[in-house]
């Protein structure tokens, strides 16, 4: 099975950044599409970026556009979620997850496989 461990998570103040990586192992990373969701407490989980498989086609989600960048590199089995101008609304539990058939997938029902999630926290 496909296995996805997040990392990069931690506090940070409004308008700084982060970058989360998600490492995958136990399939052929070539052939997923990668996506981050994130869920904050008492909140659904909501979608904030996927990648297709040959990363010529991305998503993201209203909120994020303009300050998040979904990347990947398949040589490295990695996933990553460059984010810039944080918000104190960005705080939450940040998911990857990875799916094959499926093209850039923005539907969490999609993933069949998930990670454990990574907290942010962006507060002063």
Do not use: H
Not at 99 to 117: I, K, L, T
């Amino acid at each position: 099975q496909v296995q996805l461990v997040e990392s990069g998570g931690g506090l940070v103040q409004p308008g700084g950044s982060l970058r989360l990586s998600c490492a995958a192992s136990g399939g052929t990373f070539s052939m997923y599409s990668m996506g981050w969701f994130r869920q904050a407490p008492g909140k659904e989980r909501e979608f904030v970026a996927t990648i297709s498989r040959t990363a010529d086609k991305t998503f993201y989600a209203d909120s994020v556009k303009g300050r998040v960048t979904i990347s990947r590199d398949n040589a490295k089995n990695t996933v990553y979620l460059q984010m810039n101008s944080l918000e104190p609304g960005d705080t939450a539990v940040y998911y990857c997850a990875s799916v094959v058939n499926f093209y850039a997938s923005r539907r969490d029902y999609e993933y069949p496989y998930w990670g454990q999630g990574t907290q942010v926290t962006v507060s002063s």
